[in-house]
């Protein structure tokens, strides 16, 4: 039976954090789904196509297993992606309790619509504290991001 799984996220920019988590999950699934989605709530930074790009190169730089892909998706519910690719699990990266609280309604309804499961993974302490949302803001103000993303990201933020 071949284990696929979809580690969804913004990823508006991809963390160490998020290469964490995606580097673990590769290494329990068969097959991972890396799935940029619109998040409506968030204004972005990023268009899609240039997330995906950063986080294949990412990938790449980091060195992680074979059996990742990276696609994105902006019409439809998530459960709807994993039935498509044949997906019974999604995989969230967990930080905080925060987290947990968000993310818990997500999973009951996801495994109510289509019997998709969800595993919460931690990530490593040294990651704990990165968010999207922080590297956002320090890069606005001209700060470096270097400590909290991949070589790539660090380096197209800092073009712009």
């Not at 673990?24 to 699934?29: H, L, Q, S, T, W």
């Not at 060195?63 to 990742?68: A, E, G, S, T, V």
């Not at 709807?80 to 309604?105: F, H, L």
């Amino acid at each position: 039976m071949n284990r696929i799984a979809v580690v969804p996220g913004s990823f508006d920019p991809v963390t160490l954090g998020h290469i964490d988590v995606i580097g673990r999950a590769a290494n329990i699934f068969d097959e991972l789904h890396v799935l940029v989605v619109h998040n409506p709530d968030k204004s972005a930074l990023l268009p899609i196509a240039q997330r995906v790009s950063l986080i294949e190169q990412s990938i790449a730089e980091a060195n992680l297993p074979k059996n990742i892909r990276v696609t994105s998706w902006s019409v439809g519910l998530l459960v709807d992606y994993c039935t498509e690719v044949g997906a019974n699990v999604i995989v969230k990266g967990i930080r905080s309790q925060i987290d947990v609280a968000y993310e818990t309604p997500m999973a009951i309804v996801n495994r109510n619509l289509a019997g998709v499961e969800t595993v919460f993974l931690l990530p490593s302490p040294a990651n704990a504290h990165v968010s999207s949302s922080l590297v956002r803001q320090v890069a606005s103000l001209g700060g470096d991001v270097a400590p909290y993303v991949p070589k790539a990201v660090a380096a197209f933020l800092q073009q712009g």
